[in-house]
């Protein structure tokens, strides 16, 4: 069983920031395809953004174009998210996946999840 750990969740105000962090101990993420999704209560999951194996392709969902950015950095092996001005409708569960095979974006099915970290956008 692979494992992925999402961190870097929490409570923020509307127009706040936060960075999501995604890695594991058991192989080369950075060397993989990723993918962020959330899901908020009451609503099915919606994928957020996607960062191919070579980092050269990134696509973003519309409500997170030109708010938040998908990188990986290989020093750490991680993948991040990067969320800014930040509103009460981001607040959701943020999960990373993530595909082994696939170098595209997104891929046609991931192969390991997270087990999320919660999102509060609230005053």
């Known amino acids: 069983q692979v494992h992925l750990v999402e961190s870097g969740g929490g409570l923020v105000q509307p127009g706040g920031s936060l960075r999501l962090s995604c890695t594991t101990s058991?192989?080369?993420?950075?060397?993989?395809?990723v993918g962020w999704f959330r899901q908020a209560p009451g609503k099915e999951r919606e994928g957020v953004s996607c960062?191919?194996?070579?980092?050269?392709?990134?696509t973003y969902a519309d409500f997170a174009k030109g708010r938040f950015a998908i990188t990986k950095d290989k020093v750490n092996n991680t993948a991040y998210l990067q969320m800014h001005a930040l509103i009460p409708e981001d607040t959701a569960v943020y999960f990373c996946?993530?595909?082994?095979?696939?170098?595209?974006?997104?891929?046609?099915?991931?192969?390991?999840w997270g087990q999320g970290t919660q999102v509060t956008v609230s005053s």
């Open positions: 058991e192989f080369a993420l950075v060397h993989s395809t």
């Open positions: 960062i191919s194996r070579s980092g050269w392709t990134t």
């Open positions: 996946a993530v595909a082994i095979e696939s170098s595209q974006c997104p891929p046609s099915r991931y192969d390991y």
